[in-house]
């Protein structure tokens, strides 16, 4: 089945512990993006990735981190979590020639106390 | 920076159709896209318009018009299963950032 798959679906942490949440497709895609969404303020595109080392930061990349080593994963990082990252964060995917159809993982909610 | 206006919420009956409308004020456009997101769910894909006209995909069709920087998307024979959030989305910069707007919550009611 193709998918996005994300994990955790669900985390509870405090301030400044690091943590890695990580997002999987078997669609052999080559975009991949990170979105945050809050209440109010629909979704924000904090990074996206073109290809394999290739990266590039969206609306509200400040406090996190991405890498894309490998083609299939794109995982997002946040070195120092603040409470102001408290949110629901969805990866995405999609050919590159497709860009305006990706396809979501199911959400990660996050919360920093 | 981009900005894009939907209403916040939209009521309608059963059976009935909606018109959910989109502005945008982007620096770059390459297209308008519209999404659907149920509570708890994930957002999924429902329609693309790159150049003006419309487009229709069963039920749902949507709209664009480049020179006002509008589109919308129509709803058609409204079904309960259709209360959710709706998106609009556009392409800008390089291409690859997509801004979303914060989203329209449709009620559908008996």
């Known amino acids: 089945e193709a998918q996005v798959t994300q994990n955790p679906r669900y985390l509870i942490t405090v301030t400044g512990k690091k943590l890695t949440v990580t997002c999987s497709q078997n669609?052999?895609?080559?975009?991949m993006s990170w979105y945050r969404q809050d209440p109010g303020l629909g979704l924000r595109q904090i990074y996206y990735?073109?290809?394999?080392?290739?990266?590039d930061k969206g609306d509200v990349p400040e406090g996190y981190k991405v890498s894309r080593k490998e083609k299939r994963n794109f995982p997002l990082i946040l070195e120092s979590p603040s409470p102001n990252q408290t949110s629901l964060y969805f990866c995405?995917?999609?050919?590159?020639?497709?860009?305006?159809?990706?396809?979501f993982g199911p959400g990660t909610r996050l919360t920093v106390l | 920076g981009q900005s894009l206006e939907q209403p916040s919420e939209v009521t309608a009956v059963e059976g009935a159709i909606v018109q959910i409308n989109c502005t945008y004020q982007?620096?770059?456009?390459?297209?308008l896209s519209w999404y659907q997101q149920h509570d708890g769910g994930a957002p999924t894909f429902l329609s693309y318009?790159?150049?003006?006209g419309l487009e229709e995909t069963g039920r749902f069709s949507s709209f664009l018009s480049r020179s006002d920087s509008y589109g919308y998307l129509l709803l058609q024979e409204l079904q309960m299963k259709d209360s959710a959030s709706y998106f609009c989305?556009?392409?800008?910069?390089?291409?690859?950032?997509?801004?979303f707007g914060t989203g329209t919550r449709l009620q559908v009611t008996l």
């Open positions: 995405a995917s999609s050919s590159l020639a497709g860009r305006n159809e990706q396809f």
């Open positions: 669609m052999n895609h080559e975009y």
């Open positions: 990735s073109m290809n394999v080392e290739v990266t």
């Open positions: 982007t620096s770059g456009f390459y297209g």
């Open positions: 318009n790159g150049l003006d």
């Open positions: 989305a556009v392409r800008t910069g390089t291409a690859s950032k997509l801004t």
